[in-house]
């Protein structure tokens, strides 16, 4: 019995947190203010395993509250229902799902090889394909592929592109900005700038 709570604990922790990554993700790229942080992480022309750390601090700590904020949330109304709260199986310290599923593709997302699950496959899990597209600046690829873990966040919601190959595939961002992200400067006061500006025009607007 305590074996089946934790697993389904498990599946529903990380529905849950793939859910609302899903979210976080989308609102990163449709809110301006976000969209200066992020855009950080997607002036990369080139993927490599180092553009996973490509990220503005502001970004990393909007999605660290998001995400933090859920896993606390779900955590607390387990033990509360439960009266504490189920161990996740790991490995050498390591949750054995997350082990498992960066150990089958994940830390390839930022790569450059073109891998795609076959069949059924590539709705089912994220390969790093699926994140390919959501890098490319290409305009059928724009906005395409916000999901983590699970592609049936994209498929449900509408933002699902996985075509057979990557003959369309070009990273950037596809406004002739990337040479501002080039520099310290570039990276992480630029986006600032950008951002205060957002805001003084949420909260000041021009008359």
């Known amino acids: 019995m305590v074996w089946g709570l934790e697993w389904a604990y498990i599946l529903c922790t990380v529905l849950l947190s793939d859910f609302v990554a899903y979210g976080l993700h989308r609102w990163q790229h449709t809110n301006p203010l976000l ?52 161990d996740m199986p790991t ?12 150990a089958l593709g994940y830390n390839l997302r930022h790569s450059h090889l073109w891998l795609r699950w076959p069949g059924k496959w590539a709705y089912v899990f994220g390969c790093p394909a699926h994140h ?9 690829h724009i906005n395409k592929n916000f999901a ?20 369309k595939v070009k990273f950037g961002l596809g406004d002739g900005q990337e040479a501002v992200y080039t520099s310290c400067l570039g990276l992480y006061f630029y986006p600032l700038k950008k951002g205060l500006f957002h805001l003084k025009e949420t909260f000041f607007p021009l008359r």
Do not use: Q
């Not at 996973?52 to 229902?81: K, M, Q, W």
């Not at 310290?93 to 960066?102: A, D, Q």
């Not at 699970?150 to 003959?167: E, K, S």
């Open 35 to 86: 969209w200066e942080f992020h855009k950080v992480y997607h002036s990369a022309p080139v993927m490599h395993p180092l553009t996973n750390y490509r990220e503005h601090p502001v970004d990393n700590i909007f999605y660290a509250l998001g995400h933090g904020l859920t896993i606390g949330l779900s955590g607390g109304c387990i033990s509360y229902c439960l009266g504490y709260v189920p």
């Open 91 to 102: 490995l050498y310290g390591v949750v054995l799902f997350s082990l498992l599923y960066n």
């Open 132 to 140: 390919h597209i959501h890098h490319s600046c290409h305009p059928e």
């Open 148 to 167: 983590f873990m699970f592609p049936i966040w994209d498929v449900v919601f509408g933002t699902f592109c996985l075509p057979d190959d990557n003959g």
